[in-house]
């Protein structure tokens, strides 16, 4: 079966570089059509998705975050990593990752996140 | 604000039928992208309900069904039930902030 773990700092300080890794079994990065995604929450509030990297290596960013994430995968050890910089107190929240089957249909594709890790809470603060 | 717009809450009594909308745009919904709807249930991490507007996963009630038109579309619960309570998410692509978008959520409570 799909499983997801993420994995990193529960504390980080304000303006330092947050490394989260997300290691998977049940299925391949190799896969085509298969992508991990990192989604957050902060307390109380709504999912915001984050970033986004495929089986074909092509990553996608939230416009907002481009500047401060990035991702990358490592098939061989089934894990993705999520790199954020310069964290901020408002950046304090449960981050996810979660796998997706990307499908096409009448000219639009679409990638729901079908499985989930348990999220992990990273508070930002000094 | 998010992008997709949902009700802050919703209720309903056991065995009623409640409706989650979600409402979105030209540049989403819309343009014919797919909508996914999530179930969170308290302290736990999301789970795929709904997917491609209308479909349910393997495992999850026919209770749960899914509906879209024009730049909105719904979650409907039937025969609600007390494990129902949760928060529900709508998800889906935005071509002109090129990303994933969700909705910003909605409060189900069972009465």
């Known amino acids: 079966q799909i499983t997801l773990k993420e994995s990193g700092p529960t504390l980080v300080k304000p303006t330092q570089t947050l490394a989260l890794t997300c290691t998977f079994s049940g299925f391949s990065l190799t896969t085509t059509g298969v992508g991990v995604g990192w989604i957050r929450q902060p307390p109380g509030k709504a999912l915001e998705w984050l970033a986004l990297?495929?089986?074909?290596?092509?990553?996608r960013y939230s416009s907002s975050l481009m500047s401060r994430v990035t991702i990358t995968k490592d098939t061989s050890r089934k894990q993705v990593v999520l790199t954020m910089t310069n964290m901020d107190p408002v950046d304090t929240a449960t981050y996810y990752c979660?796998?997706?089957?990307?499908?096409?249909?009448?000219?639009?594709?679409?990638?729901?996140?079908?499985?989930w890790g348990q999220g992990t809470l990273v508070t930002v603060s000094s | 604000q998010s992008v997709l717009t949902q009700p802050p809450s919703v209720s309903g009594a056991p065995g009623q039928r409640v409706t989650i909308s979600c409402t979105g745009s030209?540049?989403?919904?819309?343009?014919?992208?797919?909508v996914h709807w999530y179930q969170q249930l308290p302290a736990t991490a999301p789970k795929l309900l709904i997917y491609?507007?209308?479909n349910r996963p393997s495992g999850v009630p026919d209770r749960f069904s899914g509906s879209k038109s024009g730049t909105s579309a719904s979650l409907a619960i039937t025969g609600l039930q007390a494990e129902d309570e949760a928060d529900y998410y709508c998800?889906?692509?935005?071509?002109?902030?090129?990303?994933?978008?969700f909705g910003g959520g909605t409060k189900l409570t069972v009465l």
């Open positions: 998800q889906s692509y935005d071509n002109s902030l090129s990303g994933w978008v």
């Open positions: 990297v495929f089986w074909d290596d092509d990553k």
């Open positions: 979660a796998h997706t089957s990307r499908y096409c249909r009448g000219g639009n594709c679409a990638s729901p996140f079908d499985y």
């Open positions: 030209i540049s989403n919904i819309g343009a014919h992208y797919d």
């Open positions: 491609g507007n209308n």
